[in-house]
């Protein structure tokens, strides 16, 4: 139990697209979702936090109008990450909290890798 | 602040027993998560420890010393499946999982 995914794996796009992915957690109610950012080499950075029905937390620095979150139920959170630049390339992680077990153990989608050319 | 101390790389050896150290700071504490992170892969889950003491789960056990800010992932008969980067989580008073760069962990047969 306690799968979550994550759509696309990988995706390469243009500078000044967006690009959506999306977070769904399979066989369980997610009552918080995490977004992470990950450069090579560097730890987990969280972007932000999602409770379903409600507006995303962001972190200090990251902004909120280009990293759109929606957490419209509570299987499925969305990231669009609007007029994407290259320095936005990155691998894009999210994670989901509300499985049988350990209440606070976040259980990790298999990532999303994001090119902009 | 908020500070994850861990050991950048450890290189063991097939067969033999390892031990990753983890040191925090956080701004309160509920407990303190191990994950392995294979290159490219998300991490996944390892090991949870909220109490003082030693929690033994298969080949991994993970110890923990709240006055000390103090905790290790040891692992035992190690694989070549076992190369892969160990993170340190502790978990502060807002239930925010607290990130390091973690352990980078290269197996040698």
């Known amino acids: 139990g306690a799968v979550v995914s994550q759509h696309p794996s990988w995706v390469i796009c243009k500078s000044g697209t967006s690009v959506k992915i999306e977070c769904r957690s399979l066989d369980f109610q997610a009552t918080t979702m995490f977004w992470y950012r990950q450069f090579p080499k560097q730890s987990l950075m969280l972007m932000a936090t999602?409770?379903?029905?409600?507006?995303?937390?962001?972190e200090q620095g990251v902004e909120k109008d280009k990293f759109l979150i929606n957490h419209a139920s509570l299987t499925l959170s969305t990231l669009t990450v609007t007029s994407a630049h290259p320095e936005d390339s990155s691998f894009y992680i999210c994670?989901?909290?509300?499985?049988?077990?350990?209440?606070?153990?976040?259980?990790f989608g298999p990532g999303t890798r994001l090119t902009v050319t | 602040g908020q500070n994850i101390d861990q050991p950048t790389e450890m290189t063991a050896t097939e067969g033999a027993i390892v031990q990753i150290n983890c040191t925090y700071q956080?701004?309160?504490?509920?407990?303190l998560f191990w994950y392995q992170q294979h290159a490219g892969e998300a991490p996944t889950f390892l090991s949870y420890n909220v109490l003082d003491g030693l929690e033994e789960k298969g080949r991994f056990s993970s110890f923990l010393s709240r006055s000390k800010g103090y905790s290790y992932l040891l692992l035992k008969e190690l694989q070549m499946k076992d190369s892969a980067s160990y993170l340190c989580a502790p978990m502060d008073s807002n239930y925010q999982l607290i990130w390091g760069a973690g352990t980078k962990l290269i197996i040698k047969p």
């Open positions: 999602s409770n379903e029905g409600s507006k995303a937390t962001y």
């Open positions: 994670s989901a909290r509300g499985g049988e077990g350990n209440a606070y153990e976040q259980y």
């Open positions: 956080t701004s309160g504490f509920n407990g």
